[in-house]
């Protein structure tokens, strides 16, 4: 018996997406309840110079979609870093949700010892699948994603640490 | 080939506690240098009803010794949460760290389909080592170690993404 790639990454895309979708659902609610405009929470940020929950948003599910497209060896679809509202960041987690779930396991299973080589500027981070997927991309994914949640626990949004876990 | 759960869990308590300990000592850093009382910065949270820094820190250690210790069958060290400084959090991480470095990965690999029941109040949540290591016990750990550089970054720290994802 052994763990096997798929598992370590697209359940937790599936559960996490899920619930930080739930999250801002309450943020959304929140903003309406309270009459505060919805792009102050949008717009939130734990300091001045982190980025907003809109980016939280955007950054989490680009590590969802493209560690998936990396270890599978395909093209991650590209999305336009234009979301304004709760609803196009909703509109967002669902395409990446719908990408997501498209992945069989034979396309991630066996990827631990892929090269992959990532670009930052003119530095190059060479990893092999199982190093990427378990200590960038998921580390990367989760920061993001328990950021977005911070940001609206921060404003005030009635959220606890099970609407963050989400089914568990 | 496979991903076998001592790769998934070791190195990255390994990386993230380690991490975690130089975001604080950034931290303590910056309390010395702005003639800020560290107290400030150890009680300082997200949001008011949110827990603090001290304890973030308590839970992200808690959960690294706990799921190693649990996935091997063995009693996790208990910590008393009575952590007040800079350098009583660092020790606890570095009691983390020199346990999580005691576990060999006969201990941890194959507990997959190991059944770990958590109990919190009278309710019973059943997982097995997987589901536990994967989507809980990872998760409640990067939810902790993020929290606990928000709260710095919050307040002033000057630390960046790479300071929490360390070497990486």
Sequence with gaps: MSLYMFQAAVPVYTQFLTSLSNVLKKGAAHAEAKKIDPSVLIGGRIAPDMLPLSAQVQIATDHAKGSLARLAGVEAPKFEDTEKTFD?????????????KTFKPAQIDGSEGKEIVLTFGTQKFPFNGQ????QFALPNFYFHTTTAYAILRHNGVEIGKRDFMGGV
Excluded: F, G, P, S
């Design 88 to 100: 196009e960041l909703q509109a967002r987690i669902q395409k990446t949700l719908d990408y997501v």
């Design 131 to 134: 190093t990427y997927l378990i």
